[in-house]
């Protein structure tokens, strides 16, 4: 049997801590609280990315007990393995790969458009084409660009740098935020009376909150590049699942925070009104200045570059696994032989990337908006990885390799499994308040389409391969049969 790759372990606890933040949070808390309060209100935002991040502290449970008990590469595409087989294994790591490279592009994308803003002379050079009402510059392709060049830089050089360089990113952009929300309470004009109405009069405080709980997979999603870097922590694996509810804590604070701030400082209907290109940045500079800007400008550049940093990571490290597990070409699971990093599987990430912005922003948050399917797709499979896994007593333990009794654990996972149900119904079902729409739906199949035809393609030889070779190939020596119980 030909020797497994592994990678270095050199992750350190708070610097999982800043991944599962960092990633979490990227551009949309900064760019998008106008657009949110225009569907949900400032308190639907609120209550619905509370409510986001309790179902997905639930979902956590699963993982937390799957990266303790499977630290590998691969996160969830390893989980479809263990209860389901290959070809789900495979669905999973598919869908999973489309979300997590589609928000790395957004996220150089969205350094783009924060150039736009606040640099509009330097971004608007070189007109190139107009697409979906985008106009397309030469210098925000250059921009988005260097981004991805920096980041994947970092990111082929070895965890070592880049988990040093997200947890100072993650911590100016918590400090950032609290700053900001301190002074804009401050100010005279600012105020609570400015966040009403609290719902949008147009729809129902339930439809209102609704529309916001659909896309926590998508405004969480990030603490799930957690298990992808699991064979790389220098700590003992059960403590991912710790720091993993403190960086969802975190995340919704920031959330929040920033619905609080944007929505204080003017009232926030008049804004969604006007349709400014990015409203949070008319609002805060408006308010305080260019001081104020300049602090939600740190705030929104060190949520980009953690989103960039830490979905590259998460990106080359499904690739890597999945290459491992042959499903993908080889070279995806080929390490640098100075820095043990899967730097293919970084450069490509970093290339596919780099393609987004030549197709204007519009384009590109069709395919981002239904990244929230692969998401909710890979929560589904975690979750029912940890329900099959865990047993209601020794009764049930049919297969005597598997003896882990934990009764409330499998109840979690249950409830994981309907909740992720419901995110992906949520959003595929037309009647839906947050109904993904045509374009992200074409985008969609088109993604299944090609994923059907890649994986006829592979089938024959990805079904040649051993079961017993494959399990090793995936899990490592965690791929031995489960014996303890889960107390």
Known sequence: MKQRETLNKTLKPHW?????????????AFIQP???????????????????????????????F?????????????????????????????????GYICIVALNASALALMFKYVFPFVIEQFHLYSIAGWDVYGAEILIASIGLIIFGYLN??????SGQIQFIFALIMVISVVVLTIFVGSQPTAGLENMQPYYPTNTTAFAAIISIVAIAPWAYVGFDAVPQAAEEFDFPARKAFSLIIFALIAAAAIYSLMIIATSMASPWEEVAAANHLWGTGFIVEKLL?????????????????TGLNGFIMASSRLLFAMSRAKILPNSFGKLHPKYKTPHVAVIFTVIIAGIAPWFGREVLSWVVDMSSIGVSIAYFYTCYTSFYLFKWSEKHIIDSRIQIVSPLKKLISLIGIFASTIFILLLLIPTSPAFMGSESIIALVTWIVLGIIFYVYKRKEYKSIPEEELNYLILGEHGKVITQKDT
């Open 16 to 28: 999982v801590w800043a991944i599962a933040l960092g990633s979490a949070i990227g551009w949309g």
């Open 34 to 64: 106008i657009n949110w309060m225009e569907s949900a209100g400032p308190l639907g935002v609120i209550i619905g990315f509370s409510i986001g991040a309790l179902l997905m502290m639930l979902i956590a449970v699963s993982y937390g």
């Open 66 to 98: 799957l990266i303790r008990s499977f630290p590998v590469s691969g996160g969830e595409f390893a989980y479809a393995f263990i209860s389901l087989g290959r070809t789900h294994a495979f669905i999973s790591g598919w869908f999973l790969t489309l």
């Open 156 to 161: 082929v050089k070895g965890t070592g740098i």
């Open 289 to 305: 200045g260019s001081w104020g800007l300049t602090i939600l400008v740190v705030a929104l550049s060190m949520g980009i570059f």
